[in-house]
C-alpha cells in the first residue's frame, strides 16, 4: 500500500451520526460536509451518512459534486448564491438556500416564480460576520414570505464561541435568536458542533453538526472518547529512515531538536507537503507501530522525524500514526497552535485516501 494514507472509517462516521442523535435527540441532522467533508472526501462520506435528514456545504461547486456523486437528500448552501447565475444553477440542483443579506433578498425578488426555493433565513447575533441584523429581521421576513421564488421559510444563526465553557457571548447569542424568532413557528438552527453538545437550548428543530461528525472533539478539555466519539480518520505513514543520534547532536533543519540523551530517530515519510503542518513542534504524539512517540524537530516538506528511542524495536517500515485512532487531531493541533479543523481539511492531494 502506498503511504501516507489517510484511512476513512464509514462506520465511526456513521457511529458519530448517531451520537449527534443522542445529544439532540428531537432535533433534525443537517450535516456539514464542506471543504470536501474537513478533508475526509465529500461524495463517500455523503453516501456513508446517507441517514442525516440534509447536507450543508459553503460553496455551489460542493453541492454540484454532490448531486454528481449521486446524492439526492436536501442539500443547504450555507452562504447561498453571488450570482443570477448561481441562482438558476440552484434550482435546477434543486439546493435550498441561506439568505444572509438584502443583497441576496432583492436577487430572489427578482427571480421570478419559475422556481420556488426552500431558504433558511441568517440572523446575526453577534459573529458579524454573515446575517441580517436584528433591524432589518421583520422586515425581510415578510419579504421573504410574499416573494414569488421563495418556498419554505427556515430561520438560523451561528455561534461564535459555543465551545467556551460558560462563554457569556454564546449564552447572549441564544438567548436573542429565541426570543426573536419565538412564535413564529418556523423550523430554527442554531447549533454546531459544540453548540449542540454545551448548550441544551440550542437543540433547536435543526442541529447543524460538523467537527463531531468526524470524530474529533470541539470541547477543549472534553476528549471525543469521552464525548462517545470516534475517529473517522486516521493518517498513517512508515519510517524510511532509522538513525542514532548521540547526546547533544541536532536533527533537522535548523537542529532545533537536540537529542537530551542517546536516541534513536525515526524518518517519518509524511511532511508539511502532505498536510502534516510546518507548525508542529517537537513533543507532538505519534504512534510508531502502537507505541507512544514524539516528533522530534521541524517537519520537513516530505518527511518528519520521531524520537523512537522508547519504541521498542523500531525499525523502516514500521508504521506512523499521526492521527485519528489512538492520536487526537485536537491534541496534535494543541501542538501546532491551530484546532483540529485545520490540520484535517488540510489533507493534501498526493495523500491516498482509503475507504474502511
Ligand atoms: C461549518 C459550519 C458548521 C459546522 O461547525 P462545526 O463546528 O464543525 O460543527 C455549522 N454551521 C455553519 C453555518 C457552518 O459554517
Given at each position: 500500500?502506498?503511504?501516507p494514507t489517510a484511512t476513512i472509517d464509514?462506520?465511526a462516521?456513521?457511529?458519530?451520526?448517531?451520537?449527534?442523535?443522542?445529544?439532540?435527540?428531537?432535533?433534525?441532522?443537517?450535516?456539514?460536509?464542506?471543504?470536501?467533508?474537513?478533508?475526509h472526501?465529500?461524495?463517500?462520506?455523503?453516501?456513508?451518512?446517507?441517514?442525516?435528514?440534509?447536507?450543508?456545504?459553503?460553496?455551489?461547486?460542493?453541492?454540484?459534486?454532490?448531486?454528481?456523486?449521486?446524492?439526492?437528500?436536501?442539500?443547504?448552501?450555507?452562504?447561498?448564491?453571488?450570482?443570477?447565475?448561481?441562482?438558476?444553477?440552484?434550482?435546477?440542483?434543486?439546493?435550498?438556500?441561506?439568505?444572509?443579506?438584502?443583497?441576496?433578498?432583492?436577487?430572489?425578488?427578482?427571480?421570478?416564480?419559475?422556481?420556488?426555493?426552500?431558504?433558511?433565513?441568517?440572523?446575526?447575533?453577534?459573529?458579524?460576520?454573515?446575517?441580517?441584523?436584528?433591524?432589518?429581521?421583520?422586515?425581510?421576513?415578510?419579504?421573504?414570505?410574499?416573494?414569488?421564488?421563495?418556498?419554505?421559510?427556515?430561520?438560523?444563526?451561528?455561534?461564535?464561541?459555543?465551545?467556551?465553557?460558560?462563554?457569556?457571548?454564546?449564552?447572549?447569542?441564544?438567548?436573542?435568536?429565541?426570543?426573536?424568532?419565538?412564535?413564529?413557528?418556523?423550523?430554527?438552527?442554531?447549533?454546531?458542533?459544540?453548540?449542540?453538545?454545551?448548550?441544551?437550548?440550542?437543540?433547536?428543530?435543526?442541529?447543524?453538526?460538523?467537527?463531531?461528525?468526524?470524530g474529533?472533539?470541539?470541547?477543549?478539555?472534553?476528549?471525543?472518547?469521552?464525548?462517545?466519539?470516534r475517529p473517522a480518520m486516521t493518517l498513517t505513514t512508515?519510517?524510511?529512515?532509522?538513525?542514532?543520534?548521540?547526546?547533544?547532536?541536532?536533527?533537522?533543519?535548523?537542529?532545533?531538536?537536540?537529542?537530551?540523551?542517546?536516541?534513536?530517530?525515526?524518518?517519518?515519510?509524511?511532511?508539511?507537503?502532505?498536510?502534516?503542518?510546518?507548525?508542529?513542534?517537537?513533543?507532538?504524539?505519534?504512534l510508531?507501530?502502537?507505541?507512544?512517540?514524539?516528533?522530534?524537530?521541524?517537519?520537513?516538506?516530505?518527511?518528519?522525524?520521531?524520537?523512537?528511542?522508547?519504541?521498542?524495536?523500531?525499525?523502516?517500515?514500521?508504521s506512523v500514526v499521526l492521527w485519528g485512532e489512538g492520536v487526537p487531531a485536537?491534541?496534535?493541533?494543541?501542538?501546532?497552535?491551530?484546532?483540529?479543523?485545520?490540520?484535517v481539511?488540510?489533507?493534501?492531494?498526493?495523500?491516498?485516501?482509503v475507504?474502511r
Amino acid at each position: 500500500m502506498s503511504f501516507p494514507t489517510a484511512t476513512i472509517d464509514a462506520s465511526a462516521l456513521r457511529h458519530n451520526l448517531a451520537a449527534v442523535r443522542r445529544f439532540a435527540p428531537a432535533s433534525k441532522v443537517l450535516a456539514v460536509i464542506k471543504a470536501n467533508a474537513y478533508g475526509h472526501g465529500i461524495v463517500p462520506v455523503a453516501h456513508a451518512l446517507d441517514s442525516a435528514d440534509a447536507f450543508g456545504v459553503a460553496r455551489i461547486g460542493e453541492g454540484l459534486a454532490l448531486r454528481a456523486g449521486g446524492i439526492t437528500r436536501p442539500i443547504v448552501l450555507l452562504e447561498g448564491v453571488f450570482s443570477n447565475d448561481e441562482l438558476q444553477q440552484a434550482a435546477a440542483a434543486n439546493f435550498e438556500l441561506v439568505v444572509h443579506s438584502l443583497a441576496q433578498v432583492e436577487q430572489l425578488e427578482q427571480a421570478g416564480a419559475a422556481h420556488r426555493f426552500d431558504v433558511w433565513l441568517k440572523l446575526n447575533t453577534g459573529m458579524n460576520r454573515l446575517g441580517v441584523t436584528p433591524a432589518e429581521f421583520d422586515e425581510v421576513r415578510r419579504r421573504l414570505q410574499t416573494c414569488a421564488a421563495v418556498g419554505r421559510i427556515r430561520l438560523m444563526t451561528h455561534l461564535f464561541g459555543a465551545e467556551e465553557a460558560g462563554g457569556v457571548g454564546t449564552r447572549q447569542q441564544i438567548g436573542d435568536f429565541l426570543a426573536m424568532t419565538a412564535g413564529m413557528s418556523l423550523d430554527r438552527s442554531v447549533a454546531n458542533s459544540a453548540g449542540l453538545i454545551a448548550w441544551p437550548e440550542a437543540r433547536t428543530e435543526w442541529v447543524r453538526p460538523g467537527l463531531m461528525l468526524y470524530g474529533i472533539s470541539p470541547i477543549p478539555g472534553q476528549s471525543a472518547d469521552q464525548l462517545g466519539l470516534r475517529p473517522a480518520m486516521t493518517l498513517t505513514t512508515q519510517l524510511i529512515a532509522v538513525r542514532r543520534v548521540t547526546r547533544g547532536e541536532g536533527v533537522g533543519y535548523n537542529a532545533i531538536w537536540r537529542a537530551p540523551k542517546d536516541s534513536l530517530i525515526g524518518i517519518a515519510a509524511i511532511g508539511y507537503g502532505d498536510g502534516y503542518a510546518r507548525n508542529v513542534r517537537s513533543g507532538a504524539p505519534v504512534l510508531v507501530n502502537s507505541h507512544p512517540a514524539t516528533v522530534a524537530g521541524r517537519v520537513s516538506m516530505d518527511m518528519t522525524a520521531i524520537d523512537v528511542t522508547d519504541v521498542p524495536d523500531a525499525k523502516i517500515g514500521d508504521s506512523v500514526v499521526l492521527w485519528g485512532e489512538g492520536v487526537p487531531a485536537d491534541r496534535v493541533a494543541s501542538y501546532a497552535d491551530t484546532i483540529a479543523y485545520e490540520l484535517v481539511c488540510g489533507i493534501a492531494q498526493r495523500v491516498t485516501r482509503v475507504w474502511r
